[in-house]
């Protein structure tokens, strides 16, 4: 076993300390010591009922369900006067405490150890299904191994991944997970990304390319340079930020949890009252009148109603970081369920902010016949010195289309315009419309408005007589683009657009999209007032955009989605959520999980609320009894409203969420 270098020196690294601090209650069921507390006192309850019914023997079967009742009653009273002392509020400790000693001075011993023990049985499924949120964030940082092997010197040596620095060499083998973050040196390989962006199809990787911890090496043997600190990884900053997470509070929450504080010293009041106006002003039976107080506190403990938001919150949060989509917090995820408005940013979210060629058009009236690839192989020349992106657009088209550059002599860049260079003796222009009309150069004005019109750039090519053709270049449309914004709108949800490029290019792909309105030349602040402006307008309003010049108004917005967080550290701590993927079809998904995690918790409080005031109601004519209080009215829809609630820690797009394009 290869130990962390700190471990070594008597204490465990920071790294460690808190990866196995944070996680360690996420254990498996059976491994929790609490689960033979259960047993034990399931078998020691069962004897005293037991002795009870069929031996007889009174006091044996007092002692057994007494002993029974104060193994798991300890740490439940113990809680109750802790909330008592320290926040001087009550609790469903002080009801269930106050329940059960009631039980056992009235004669009911059977009963009272009964609410003590269901009620802890209670209180470990609800811990057990917190658990599992935990190990859910705890599995994503155990998917990257502890393990690295490092090339050091002229040989590989295996160490701790806490050990490895950044800038050296690791060796990942087929079949291997990347244990951190880093780029391929040597080596091509398909890589599965699905625990950080929920990929269901593996990526090609070849040198130069970004790997991440805790994906998986299908195929080739990889060399990676690691880029960061095993505590710097993009996985242990999605875990973090999920842990971080789970402890935000939504409104719905905090309202429950402000509702809860006025709730349970209402209960414990109406219940004293219970116990005691009927004997004193009617002279009924005392016994019988607590009994019924009892119950009612019992019924009333507000378990199921405290549960209903913050599991189902949770479970739905857990669940989108699966998928690929980081939500910050519960208020985010139920903010998404209000947005009337997504605004977008066009380059790099929209689009993919990668130019390709389009059109390459000859210019017959001008010159001699000419071929496509002629004046490819004329605008390649110059631009292959160039590292504009229309010059990286033309060579790539160019490669693609197996033509080579000439030799090209005093070449130079003119800022704003183009590239002039000597090609076999002449000189030759490729550059805008500007450049072009200062030379006195014409060309078909017509051809050129008609691709501006559709969006296109437009650069001409041609040396001193004559303008030989044109090639224009676009601002690829993302694939997902299309499908996401119809399914928006299918929803009746406003699209708009805010970029800063040319109006006519952002109308032509506003249009090709289905944007309904489009805003353009703006500068960042521009587009953070307009949010402002759309938030005064609309009841909520999300933007999505992928760089750090959207950070104002990912910050105006009410929801701020980062577009492709995989690759920016910004863009994950700057957004309210963030899309690991550049997949614009994870927006209907997350509208979906956001109406079906509200869903679930309107139902959840509706069930609790009506099974408990039918329960309360039925206490007064004695049809309630502490048995069926504590199984069916606390336990029992505690219980169901966790299950209902974890039904969406099972849910992803491909099942019954689905919001991928069809192929």
Known sequence: MVECHEEREGEACAICRREFSQFRSATSIWKDRRIFLILLVG????????????????????????????????????????????????????????????SFLIGHSQE?????????????????????????????????????????????????????????????????????????????????????????????????DSVYAGTMN????????????????????IAMLVEEAQKEKSPTERFIDKFSKYYTPTVILLALLVATVPTIAFGLSFNEWIYKALVLLVVSCPCALALSTPVTMISGMTSAARNGVLIKGSSYLEEINKVKVFAFDKTGTLTEGKLE???????????????????????????????????????????????????????????????????????????????FDELSISFPASIVKKLQSDGKTVVLVGNKRRAIGLIAVMDKIRETAVYAVAELKRRRIRTEMITGDNRVVARAIANKIGIDEFRADLSPEDKAKIISNLSKKHVGVAMVGDG??????????????????????????????????????????????????????????????????????????????????????????SLAVILNAMRLNLLNPESGLDSSPKQ
């Not at 069962?46 to 044996?60: E, Q, W």
């Not at 340079?225 to 095993?230: P, R």
């Open 43 to 102: 078998i020691l309850f069962s004897l005293g009922m037991t002795v009870d019914s069929v031996m007889r023997i009174d006091n044996l079967s007092e002692y057994l369900l007494l002993i029974s009742a104060v193994i798991p009653g300890f740490s439940i009273v113990r809680g109750g006067i802790s909330s008592l002392i320290f926040e001087k509020r009550l609790d469903i400790d002080v009801l269930i405490t106050v329940a059960a000693i009631g």
């Open 112 to 208: 009272g150890a009964a609410v003590v023990f269901l009620f802890y049985v209670a209180e470990f499924l609800e811990s057990h299904a917190s658990d599992r949120a935990k190990k859910t964030v705890g599995n994503l940082i155990n998917l990257a191994p502890e393990v690295a092997t490092v090339t050091r010197g002229k040989k590989d040596v295996r160490v701790h991944a806490h050990n490895v620095k950044v800038d050296e060499i690791i060796a990942v083998r087929p079949g291997e997970r990347i244990p951190l973050d880093g780029k391929i040196v040597e080596g091509t390989s398909n890589v599965n990304q699905a625990p950080i962006t929920g990929e269901s199809v593996p990526v090609p990787k070849q040198v130069g």
């Open 218 to 237: 299908c195929e080739g043997f990889l060399k990676i340079q690691v880029t960061k600190a095993s505590n710097e990884t993009m996985i242990s900053k």
């Open 357 to 435: 060629v389009t059109d390459i058009v000859p210019f017959a009236h001008y010159s001699p016949a000419l071929t496509t690839n002629e004046v490819l192989s004329e605008a390649l020349s110059l631009e292959a010195k160039s590292e504009h992106p229309i010059a990286k657009a033309i060579t790539k088209r160019a490669e693609d289309e197996g033509v080579r550059p000439k030799t090209v002599r005093n070449f130079r860049a003119i800022a704003g315009k183009g590239v002039v260079g000597q090609i076999d003796g002449e000189s030759y222009y490729v550059g805008n419309i500007k450049m």
């Open 548 to 637: 750090v010049n959207d950070a104002p108004a990912l910050a105006s917005a009410d929801v701020g989605i980062a577009m492709g967080a995989i690759g920016s550290d910004a863009s994950i701590e700057t957004a309210d959520v963030a899309l690991m993927q550049d997949d614009l079809s994870k927006l209907p998904y997350l509208i979906r999980l956001s109406k079906k995690a509200f869903g679930i918790v309107k139902k959840n409080i509706f069930v609790a609320i009506l099974i408990k005031g039918a329960f309360a109601i039925l206490t007064f004519p004695g049809l309630i009894t502490l048995w069926l209080a504590v199984a069916v009215g606390d336990m029992g829809l």
